[in-house]
């Protein structure tokens, strides 16, 4: 075996492992959302099947002919991809989100293909170590064309092919083609036999498998798996559904319907500004119900919204009733970065709604980024944040006290039954100027209005430790 073959191999192969790695997040959030824990448990356990599968190949390769062994392994890293499929669609929808879910989910799912396909290298190595005086040129360039071959699997998968196709057809496209070059370098190379015709039906069996496992996602793009589900008993009200989550909801008569509670908590803050037109900044689109309350019942105003996903734009015009124009626009992009463009005192609202999976982007939440929005903040204008939390409410309270480093006025509405053990949406309120007209105006929850006394000291989020993850209660 030539050395431009032998660093083909393992570059091939280690790519396919972080084509895995990354899609396994995909694949994985619907039922297990994403966040900071599901990424890393699919890492923690894709390593593991790499140390694993290169023991294993090292192994192998002393002990039998490894010219006979790669084409199989090659094989049975394809196959194994297929299986994942159907693993994580059976397994998922009643694993559960929390650590050792997911762990359990990315074990069952990508340890033993990444394992099939790591062993490959050493396999490799032991063909093309004749001598002990090239032992650390191949052993260097091995590792040097494994580790290009990572680094393109991982850039090609994050910035090309997860936005280009859906995550299912990648992995059976992927395997595919494991499994046809495995069966060719068994047929090129010594005339090694093929597996059985037994193992041949089951591998056609768990690619049929695959192919026809159900999938819950109506798009999916980079940033999730979702769907738009109308209601049972009102064909005009649609849930936009995003992995774990319904993400909002859309009456298309009625835009003045909000049919969460936490979105009349919104609601109640914008009908208790003062009357007449506002200018509204949305930090995240969801399903546009809340701009589409304010334009129903404060005509004349204008609203911005920075949403990060384009497809959910999309879907949101096809599906949900979404009309831009002057009144309604849309700027698509990481919303820190955008808040650079936006003018000083140019809002009268800022509603602060973005999430991943359970938690709100940790970079949306500290002092920095809140210093930003008290800059784009209208003197008397509000900032209201939804935020997900429960127990000891930790995230919340940290939140509030971060808020309290901008604002001298701010509160919390809360459900009627709080305090809850189990996370809940909470709306927090900051302004420059006293909230006594909330009071009597929010009527979907219990107004908090002794910040101090409710914080108890909590920590200030700052770009440099926001552990927002960590601090959020765990359904």
């Known amino acids: 075996m030539s050395r431009l073959h032998a660093q083909t191999i393992v570059f ?16 994985m959030a619907p039922y297990v959302g994403v966040s900071l824990e599901t990424f890393t448990g699919i890492i ?4 593991a099947g790499i140390a694993l599968g290169a023991a294993v190949g090292g192994r192998l390769a002393d002990r039998r002919d490894p010219t006979s062994l790669i084409g199989a392994a090659l094989i049975v890293g394809g196959v194994l991809s297929w299986l994942s499929i159907p693993i ?25 293909p990444a394992m099939a396909l790591t062993s490959v290298g050493p396999m490799v190595a032991k ?5 002990l005086t090239e032992t650390g040129e191949v052993v260097g360039g091995l590792s040097a064309a494994a580790t290009v071959g990572a680094l393109v699997g991982t850039f090609f998968t994050g910035f090309v ?23 060719v370098f068994s047929v090129t190379h010594g005339g090694q036999k093929l597996p059985s015709g037994g193992l041949g039906i089951v591998a056609l069996l768990i690619f049929g498998l695959a192919t026809v496992s159900a999938d819950p996602c109506e798009f999916e793009s980079a940033y999730a798996c979702g769907r738009v589900v109308t209601d049972d008993d009102d064909d005009s009200l649609r849930f936009l559904i995003l992995d774990t989550l319904r993400h909002g909801a859309v009456d298309l008569d009625d835009p003045t319907h909000l049919e969460f509670r936490y979105i009349n908590i919104i609601g109640d803050a914008v009908d208790a500004l003062p009357e007449g037109p506002i200018d509204a900044l949305h930090l995240g689109g969801g399903a546009f119900s809340v701009p589409g309350y304010i334009n129903a019942t ?11 996903d384009p497809l959910l734009v999309d879907v949101a015009e096809d599906e949900l009733g979404l009309i831009l124009g002057p009144d309604l626009s849309v700027r698509t992009g990481d919303a820190r970065l955008a808040l650079d463009g936006l003018a000083t005192d140019s809002y009268d609202l800022i509603v602060g709604d973005a999430f991943g999976g359970l938690s709100v982007p940790w970079h949306l939440t ?18 209201v944040m939804n935020v997900i939390d429960g127990g000891e409410n930790r995230f919340a309270e940290a939140e509030l006290a ?10 919390a509405v809360v459900p009627n039954d709080w305090p809850r053990p189990a996370p809940v949406n909470q709306i927090l309120i900051a302004s420059d100027t006293p909230l006594p007209y909330l009071v009597v105006d929010v009527v979907h929850g219990v107004i908090v209005d002794d910040v101090e006394a409710f914080t108890g000291g909590a920590m200030v989020l700052r770009d440099d430790f926001a552990p927002v993850e960590q601090l959020a209660a765990n359904p």
């Open 127 to 131: 063909i093309r170590l004749q001598s």
């Open 298 to 308: 404060r005509p004349g105003s204008t609203n911005l919204v920075l949403e990060i």
């Open 402 to 411: 971060t808020l309290a480093e901008h604002f001298d006025h701010l509160a």
């Open 88 to 112: 994580v669609s059976f397994l998922g929808p009643g694993v559960g989100n929390e650590v050792p879910a997911i762990v359990i989910l990315s074990l069952f799912g990508f340890f033993l």
């Open 366 to 383: 500290t002092t920095e980024f809140i210093g930003e929005l008290d800059r784009v903040l209208r003197p008397g204008g509000l900032y």
């Open 12 to 27: 091939a192969t280690s790519g396919a492992v972080l084509v895995l790695e990354i899609l396994a997040g995909r694949l």
């Open 44 to 47: 923690g356990t894709i390593l």
């Open 161 to 183: 092919l997860v936005s280009a196709a859906p995550t299912r057809p990648v992995i059976l496209v992927l395997g595919l083609a494991l499994v046809i070059w495995g069966v």
